[in-house]
């Protein structure tokens, strides 16, 4: 078996060679993280175009055939043109899985390639099957009588992604010829832009990272067939003509110019070159009136869904100057988009890409209609319409089933991370073999457990795109007299805080919601400019993890914010100097990750991406269940406007958070919040303020300080005492490293938010793993505890010899000579 196996790949490297220059130039575009292309049943790797599948019987790293029932099966009899692919299966005679290790928290891709073919002892015609992915079914008696792919696009934040397939006793086997498990960019899909269309009106579908999709047309509109081999994400889109109801109608517009990318927020990844170079437009050729009438295309959907996820792309190559083209859009009779403007949609370029979400409530008709005919708007001479590409996919579980399996998953992380950690090993194993267990009493109980857990609205996109043309729900202006009801007229004893902006004062409107009424210093032209900033940052994003605008007034030049009222307050409050009960180390590490998951959306999910530029303590606040919430987005920032700005505002933010390289370069980038939010995580770990010019100096710069003993290995020697003993050192560990990779001297060396979040994650993991303290147990602690810990960190590990991370030789002098600063100067 071993020779065969080298054999093989010696054979197979002259195609690898073949296909390297190939492979080079496509992977400049995009590479995946996760890449996990199987060729099953196949001991050799197959190249199909630009990639290689790896055959599973070479058993790939980082993917496992799990125990079941499985034999590998070769077509007896392939016809001369088969594909080299599909040639393998694997044929399933028990309930058995595919695992994937995952490395990106996300959005991921998954094909299943079936075709079917006759062997000995299989008819793989005649299988009966269901898969299921995480432990959700995403085929149901499934079974084909020739070729299919089926497309899933999916969010998988464990990293254990499994494909179970379950052969139905009908026939009794389930097969499959290759499998594609890979992530996909951020921004493929969104988590706020989908309108809904449907008699249920106009609102936003706000739950499309818990959906699972499965591509049901993807259309060229206007151009030719498409291949893997044209595309960024290995897509295929076939051409509109047998969906378009009356092709006299269409003309083909084409251009020979590759579209305009910078300003429509459609990329290469959202649709290849061609979809937007190509498109139907209105037929006027013949037409000797102005007569006026749709395009209109028929696509066909199933009714096992009863909602559909349709995106329309568009690219205007058809206008000869800007604000020509107006158009309707209509998705089964109902108006999906009225007056578009794509030139006002994509910041005045022409011919810049653009694509537009909508959720379909579908009727019986078992169609998904689409038409584009021209506006009111547009001169008689110039009416038009066009339409470039088209994406249905099926909302697989549009239920929006719950998980219920997080705590599995999350041993699941904890297992299979571990792995390097020598004394962890025994734990990973046990957990493995509970979790093994777990997992078959779920399949079982069929549970429709499913196993990535939506990472609550972690990504989204700018409301703004839909422009002014669709209904949102926005914050809106309140009059002024009913702020002053709310606030008691601006009651003193009302003020929770203030800053350079106003006073920010506690109210309660009309129907009892509680507020937080930001009152401006009235007649500042910096803060109106900031208040305006904010108005327009919070209005366009809805967030879990960022403070929500509730409205605003304007009225007799006064500038008040009224926001959602964060009961807890500042994160700062909890760490120190308030005298409230410290926060443990779980806790913590949430309020990070939420911290961390509103940034990342602010960086990412934003079609130009935000810089907040003023993280620290007092701009994270805490619900009532410690839940985090960033604030004040006074001096938040879209990304690409710097080079304008940056001059005449100038360095912006807060001492000892601000970027050593934003304050040299004045250039602002969103590495700039990754160095502020590390700073944020010493002063959670550490209970200090950023900066305290009472210290020494230099402990005065808490980001300097713990760097330099984090870099020697010695951060438990400054933790917050409190924390002494309840921190695994896997968990500080990865805290530790985390927040030195934010502090990174230069910009390009820091992570970005999506890994910090990551790796956030991962230290939460790594300190759920084994027994817990409640926070209340740990709030309890005597207070005399303290000094102890304090002078005697080690005395008081509580975790015992075994999850201590020894061998660092430090002697407990220093540590207490460093927690005697802290005692003295900040007296919590
Ligand atoms: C699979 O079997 C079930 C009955 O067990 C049947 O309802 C279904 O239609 C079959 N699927 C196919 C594709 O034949
Ligand atoms: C399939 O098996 C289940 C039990 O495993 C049995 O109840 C059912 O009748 C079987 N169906 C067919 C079509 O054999
Ligand atoms: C989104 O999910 C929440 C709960 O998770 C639910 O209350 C809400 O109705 C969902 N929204 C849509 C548009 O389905
Ligand atoms: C698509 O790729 C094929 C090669 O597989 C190439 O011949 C063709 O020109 C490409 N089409 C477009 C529109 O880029
Ligand atoms: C338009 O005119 C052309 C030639 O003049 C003819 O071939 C075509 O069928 C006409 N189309 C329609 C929709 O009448
Ligand atoms: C286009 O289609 C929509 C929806 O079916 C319909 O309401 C509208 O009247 C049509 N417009 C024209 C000009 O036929």
């Known amino acids: 078996m071993e020779t065969k196996t080298k054999t093989t790949h010696t054979l197979s490297l002259p195609f690898s060679l073949l296909h390297l220059s190939l492979l080079l130039h496509l992977s400049i575009a995009f590479t995946p993280l996760d890449n996990h292309l199987i060729s099953c049943g196949s001991i050799?790797?197959?190249?199909?175009?630009?990639?290689?599948?790896?055959?599973?019987?070479?058993?790939?790293?980082?993917?496992?055939?799990?125990?079941?029932?499985?034999?590998s099966l070769t077509n007896p009899n392939p016809s001369s043109n088969s594909i080299p692919l599909y040639q393998k299966a694997r044929v399933f005679t028990r309930a058995s899985s595919y695992e994937f290790e995952i490395k990106k928290i996300g959005t991921h891709m998954v094909r299943l390639h079936f075709s079917p073919f006759i062997s000995q002892s299989y008819d793989l015609n005649t299988a009966n099957f269901s898969v299921s992915a995480n432990g959700f079914s995403i085929l149901s008696h499934f079974g084909i009588s020739s070729t299919v792919l089926k497309e899933f696009i999916l969010m998988i934040n464990v990293v254990k992604f499994e494909l179970l397939f379950v052969p139905t006793n009908q026939s009794g086997f389930a097969f499959v010829n290759a499998i594609e498990v890979f992530s996909v960019p951020d921004d493929l899909i969104f988590e706020y832009e989908a309108k809904l269309i449907?008699?249920?009106?106009?609102?936003?579908?706000?739950?499309?990272?818990?959906?699972?999709?499965?591509?049901?047309?993807?259309?060229?509109?206007?151009?030719?067939?498409?291949?893997?081999?044209?595309?960024?994400?290995?897509?295929?889109?076939?051409?509109?003509?047998?969906?378009?109801?009356?092709?006299?109608?269409?003309?083909?517009?084409?251009?020979?110019?590759?579209?305009?990318?910078?300003?429509?927020?459609?990329?290469?990844?959202?649709?290849?070159?061609?979809?937007?170079?190509?498109?139907?437009?209105?037929?006027?050729?013949?037409?000797?009136?102005?007569?006026?009438?749709?395009?209109?295309?028929?696509?066909?959907?199933?009714?096992?869904?009863a909602r559909y996820f349709v995106r329309l792309h568009?690219?205007?190559?058809?206008?000869?100057?800007?604000?020509?083209?107006?158009?309707?859009?209509?998705?089964?009779?109902?108006?999906?988009?009225?007056?578009?403007?794509?030139?006002?949609?994509?910041?005045?370029?022409?011919?810049?890409?653009?694509?537009?979400?909508?959720?379909?409530?579908?009727?019986?008709?078992?169609?998904?209609?689409?038409?584009?005919?021209?506006?009111?708007?547009?001169?008689?001479?110039?009416?038009?319409?066009?339409?470039?590409?088209?994406?249905?996919?099926?909302?697989?579980?549009?239920?929006?089933?719950?998980?219920?399996?997080?705590?599995?998953?999350?041993?699941?992380?904890?297992?299979?991370?571990?792995?390097?950690?020598?004394?962890?090993?025994?734990?990973?194993?046990?957990?493995?073999?509970?979790?093994?267990?777990?997992?078959?009493?779920?399949?079982?109980?069929?549970?429709?457990?499913?196993?990535?857990?939506?990472?609550?609205?972690?990504?989204?996109?700018?409301?703004?795109?839909?422009?002014?043309?669709?209904?949102?729900?926005?914050?809106?202006?309140?009059?002024?007299?009913?702020?002053?009801?709310?606030?008691?007229?601006?009651?003193?004893?009302?003020?929770?805080?203030?800053?350079?902006?106003?006073?920010?004062y506690k109210g309660v409107l009309r129907d009892n919601t509680k507020v937080a009424v930001k009152r401006g210093v009235p007649g500042s032209r910096q803060g109106l400019h900031e208040f305006q900033s904010e108005i327009t940052v919070l209005s366009k994003i809805r967030h879990h993890h960022l403070v929500s605008l509730v409205g605003f007034c304007e009225e007799q030049s006064e500038m008040i914010l009224v926001y959602e009222y964060v009961?807890?307050?500042?994160?700062?409050?909890?760490?120190?100097?308030?005298?409230?009960?410290?926060?443990?180390?779980?806790?913590?590490?949430?309020?990070?990750?939420?911290?961390?998951?509103?940034?990342?959306?602010?960086?990412?999910?934003?079609?130009?991406?935000?810089?907040?530029r003023d993280i620290k303590s007092t701009n994270i606040l805490l619900d009532e269940n410690y839940v985090a919430k960033v604030a004040d987005f006074g001096l938040s920032r879209p990304g690409p406007c710097l080079n304008e700005t940056h001059v005449s505002t100038g360095v912006k933010g807060s001492f000892g958070y601000l970027d050593p390289e934003y304050f040299r370069r004045q250039q602002l980038t969103d590495k700039s919040d990754i160095y502020s939010f590390g700073v944020v995580l010493f002063e959670v770990l550490c209970a200090r303020p950023a900066v305290d010019p009472l210290l020494a100096s230099e402990l005065v710069n808490l980001a300097e300080w713990a760097l330099e003993w984090q870099k020697k290995g010695l951060l438990d020697q400054i933790i917050d005492p409190y924390l002494v003993g309840k921190i695994k050192p896997t968990s500080l560990r990865k805290f530790g490293e985390t927040a030195e990779k934010c502090l990174a001297e230069y910009g390009a060396d820091r992570?970005?938010?999506?890994?910090?979040?990551?790796?956030?994650?991962?230290?939460?993991?790594?300190?759920?793993?084994?027994?817990?303290?409640?926070?209340?147990?740990?709030?309890?602690?005597?207070?005399?505890?303290?000094?102890?810990?304090?002078?005697?960190?080690?005395?008081?590990?509580?975790?015992?010899?075994?999850?201590r991370d020894d061998g660092d030789g430090v002697s407990d002098i220093s540590g207490s000579q460093v927690f005697s600063q802290l005692i003295t100067n900040e007296g919590r």
């Open 44 to 71: 050799a790797n197959t190249p199909v175009d630009n990639r290689v599948f790896v055959g599973d019987l070479t058993k790939p790293n980082s993917v496992s055939l799990s125990s079941g029932q499985s034999i």
């Open 198 to 305: 449907g008699p249920n009106g106009d609102e936003v579908f706000d739950n499309m990272s818990k959906q699972i999709l499965e591509t049901v047309h993807r259309i060229n509109v206007g151009g030719s067939k498409l291949t893997p081999f044209n595309d960024t994400l290995w897509r295929t889109w076939i051409p509109d003509e047998d969906f378009l109801l009356l092709k006299s109608a269409a003309k083909i517009a084409s251009t020979t110019h590759t579209p305009n990318y910078e300003n429509g927020g459609a990329s290469r990844v959202s649709a290849p070159d061609n979809v937007y170079m190509t498109a139907q437009q209105m037929n006027r050729d013949n037409l000797t009136t102005n007569a006026e009438f749709n395009l209109t295309w028929d696509y066909p959907v199933d009714l096992e869904s």
């Open 314 to 504: 568009f690219c205007d190559i058809v206008s000869q100057s800007l604000n020509l083209l107006y158009f309707n859009v209509f998705i089964n009779g109902f108006i999906a988009y009225k007056d578009l403007d794509l030139s006002s949609l994509t910041s005045h370029t022409l011919a810049s890409p653009r694509f537009i979400d909508f959720v379909v409530d579908l009727d019986n008709s078992g169609v998904v209609r689409i038409s584009v005919g021209p506006s009111d708007l547009s001169s008689l001479l110039r009416k038009n319409a066009i339409l470039n590409g088209v994406e249905i996919m099926k909302m697989v579980n549009f239920m929006g089933s719950e998980d219920r399996s997080k705590k599995i998953s999350n041993w699941v992380l904890v297992g299979s991370i571990v792995g390097g950690f020598a004394f962890l090993c025994v734990v990973a194993f046990t957990v493995l073999l509970i979790l093994r267990r777990v997992r078959q009493k779920q399949k079982l109980k069929k549970t429709e457990s499913m196993g990535w857990t939506p990472l609550q609205a972690h990504r989204g996109s700018s409301l703004s795109r839909l422009s002014e043309g669709t209904a949102l729900v926005s914050p809106g202006s309140i009059p002024f007299a009913e702020i002053q009801l709310a606030t008691n007229n601006f009651d003193k004893n009302l003020i929770i805080g203030s800053g350079g902006f106003g006073i920010v």
């Open 751 to 803: 992570p970005t938010m999506g890994d910090v979040l990551w790796n956030l994650e991962y230290a939460l993991q790594l300190q759920g793993n084994g027994r817990q303290r409640g926070a209340h147990e740990e709030s309890g602690v005597n207070a005399q505890e303290l000094p102890a810990a304090r002078v005697v960190p080690r005395a008081l590990s509580s975790d015992g010899g075994i999850e």
């Open 567 to 612: 009961e807890k307050g500042p994160l700062k409050k909890h760490l120190y100097g308030s005298g409230l009960p410290p926060l443990s180390w779980k806790q913590r590490l949430e309020i990070c990750i939420g911290a961390a998951r509103g940034l990342h959306y602010l960086h990412t999910g934003l079609a130009q991406g935000i810089i907040h």
